[in-house]
């Protein structure tokens, strides 16, 4: 499956005897430090919570190398081999990154905003100028159409269909696994539901790969389509029935990815007639030992349209089922979150506010449950919601868990940040100003700070709060000059750009050009592009040439050379692709063409596509960025599952949802 190359490089990497051309593709750029997260790709962390004890500070050494991609599964790093190249797992675990401490990592606000920056970023709505309100399915989900009418950079449908998708569909029938994963998913994100019959039969002709990689992929592309003609296929997948079974030639049994893959997908059809069936999955006693199933199988439901007066007291219901595995039960309230996140308009998950709060406030609530419902609260509570905003806050005050404190102050962001009548709830918003101020100035944990930053600039981004915007900008431009920890900088950084703080630009700027420290130096360039300050375009199409550069921070400059709309990114992007040597400078330049999303990058890319004497790698990576620029939602596709997560309770099948790009 497409794997992730994490991550923000905040701490050192070390590539164990990994040649300098040899990168996965596909991958997220989603967390902080150049290190393998706990128990990525496995179940979940149920390692006790631990503390970094700060951004900067030296960790403990590293373990002893895994096992390829059960390696993987475990956390563990692996050295790369030719075994696992070849099988199409090109991973982060193959190629050597080398995690510190088991519970390291997750603590950090580079974790809550890789999965959470998407609908701020918001890029290809910026480039065609088009809005779209949050809150809204579309936004969310990927299920609303974007604006044609101003789409004048962006491919069109036509040109998905006449130029694009005739070359893609072919590579489907293609032996080797990175070309097959990345045509199959690039397909799927960027055909309309109407235009969906021109690649459904190809889809799942492709369920029956040699790889397992191509059918988990084919799988996961058919919920990506969306099309409601998927559901019955992808039923049979979930089911492991007879026919699944055959669709997959796996006649012992479909694998456990595949059903975990077809459990997302029919969530992000999102058509109630599977309730039933995600019903009978969580309640068989036979299937306890498929975690990774169930665990999808209860998150997907939560993205169900409608039937939510039947789905509410199955979600509350599981949520305090302790015989469910702890995992798997997390996810309950993330479900019970997106049906309200999904549907603005439906009452029945509100309703269960107060159970919610209650099972937050229980001392014998799990830790994985307690940090999936301070993300809930976020989702299901309004500034009215007394006891919910105090639970949240006595959380920030008294909570053991650094993670549990740490939700608890982006739902309160959250939470403020909706209420379209603060003049109404003047008392509340007073008391979270002031809460967001403390933490940011004054933390009583110095780890709070970061999160202070985006939970005020969150907040503050409310247009309807009088003063609290400028009061905001201008207490983290204080606290941006007084912290000397790059970390925090970065967080500090994305607040004020997050709040157009134009003002703060001098004073970002000359951070910028004194420091070497490129994860800092790639927030920054965010910030400015978030600001549009078009005049740092000239610096950014330079740097983003530069040959070695950290891919990371090649990403982030393509982010922030479109979120400015800058006219020559594409051109300079496409000649730097055209004459870059290793597979390093490829991928990097063919992702950064994809973030920016202008259609005059399709002929080069398809150029890579079709040279079969390129590597596979290469024309994978190319197909990557085809799918993002033609993706056919403002947000990408798996946003549905990053935004409002609990990313510390995740089973390998949601690893790899949320680390492809």
Not at 201 to 215: E, F, K, S, V, Y
Not at 278 to 297: G, H, I, Q, T, W
Not at 330 to 341: D, F
Not at 504 to 525: C, T
Request: net charge neutral; proline share 5%.
């Amino acid at each position: 499956m497409l794997k992730n190359l994490l991550a923000a490089g905040l701490s050192t990497v070390l590539l164990l005897s990994v040649a300098p051309d040899v990168f996965g593709h596909g991958g997220q750029y989603r967390g902080p430090g150049d290190t393998v997260p706990p128990n990525l790709g496995g179940g979940g962390d149920t390692a006790p919570p631990g503390n970094p004890g700060g951004p900067g500070s030296p960790g403990p050494g590293a373990p002893a190398p895994g096992r390829g991609r059960s390696a993987a599964a475990s956390g563990a790093p692996a050295a790369p081999t030719a075994a696992n190249a070849a099988a199409g797992r090109v991973t982060t675990a193959s190629l050597g990154f080398v995690r510190r401490s088991r519970a390291e990592g997750f603590e950090r606000w580079e974790f809550w905003w890789e999965h959470n920056k998407e609908p701020f970023l918001n890029l290809k709505a910026r480039l065609d100028n088009s809005a779209v309100m949050t809150g809204s399915v579309g936004f969310f989900t990927g299920r609303g159409k974007r604006n044609e009418a101003l789409s004048t950079n962006r491919p069109s449908a036509e040109d998905v269909k006449q130029r694009i998708i005739p070359k893609l569909i072919p590579l489907m029938g293609e032996k080797h696994p990175d070309v097959v994963d990345s045509s199959v998913l690039a397909v799927g994100r960027m055909l309309r539901v109407d235009d969906a019959a021109e690649a459904l039969q190809p889809l799942i002709n492709t369920l029956g790969h040699d790889a397992q990689t191509g059918r988990e992929s084919a799988t996961l592309s058919l919920g990506v389509l969306g099309s409601s003609e998927a559901i019955e296929v992808l039923k049979h997948l979930m089911l492991d029935t007879r026919e699944g079974r055959r669709l997959t030639n796996k006649p012992a049994e479909v694998e456990d990815v595949v059903r975990a893959f077809a459990a997302a997908s029919l969530g992000m059809i999102g058509d109630s007639s599977v309730v039933d069936d995600f019903k009978s999955v969580l309640n068989d006693d036979r299937l306890k030992s498929k975690r990774d199933l169930r665990a999808m199988a209860l998150l997907s439901i939560g993205l169900m349209r409608d039937r939510h007066e039947e789905i509410v007291p199955f979600l509350l219901k599981c949520m305090t089922d302790r015989n469910l595995d702890r995992i798997v039960r997390a996810q309950a309230p993330i479900a019970l979150g997106k049906l309200k996140e999904l549907n603005p308009e439906s009452t029945v998950a509100t309703a269960a506010l107060g159970e919610a709060v209650n099972v937050f406030l229980d001392d014998k609530t799990d830790l994985h449950l307690k940090r999936s419902l301070a993300v809930c609260l976020g989702m299901l509570a309004t500034v009215q919601d007394t006891q919910a905003v105090d639970a949240l806050m006595n959380a920030v005050a008294q909570d053991n868990d650094d993670q549990v404190r740490h939700f608890s102050i982006m739902a309160l962001a959250q939470i403020g940040a909706q209420d379209e009548e603060p003049d109404k709830n003047a008392e509340t918003h007073s008391k979270l100003e002031a809460f967001f101020m403390r933490e940011l100035s004054r933390p009583k944990r110095i780890t709070h700070q970061p999160y202070g930053s985006l939970g005020l600039a969150v907040y503050a981004r409310n247009e309807n709060l009088q003063g609290t915007k400028a009061r905001a900008i201008g207490k983290i431009m204080e606290a941006f000059k007084k912290t000397n920890n790059p970390s925090f900088k970065g967080a500090m950084a994305v607040g004020l750009g997050l709040l157009n703080a134009e003002e703060a630009s001098e004073l970002l700027w000359e951070e910028f050009e004194d420091s070497n420290d490129q994860p800092l130096k790639g927030y920054i360039a965010l910030s400015l592009g978030l600001t549009r300050q078009v005049s740092k375009g000239d610096t950014f199409r330079t740097l983003i040439q530069k040959k070695g550069l950290d891919f990371k921070f090649r990403l982030q400059l393509a982010r922030a050379l479109g979120l400015m709309g800058d006219a020559e990114a594409v051109s300079t992007l496409v000649k730097y692709l055209q004459e870059s040597g290793t597979l390093n400078e490829t991928s990097s330049a063919a992702q950064a063409l994809g973030l920016i999303g202008d259609k005059s990058a399709i002929d080069p890319l398809i150029a890579i596509v079709e040279n079969k004497t390129k590597n596979p790698l290469q024309r994978g990576f190319a197909c990557v960025a085809l799918g993002i620029i033609a993706e056919k939602a403002d947000l990408p596709w798996n946003v549905v599952f990053s935004v409002n997560s609990n990313y510390r309770a995740k089973v390998p099948a949601l690893s790899e949802i949320l680390d492809i790009l």
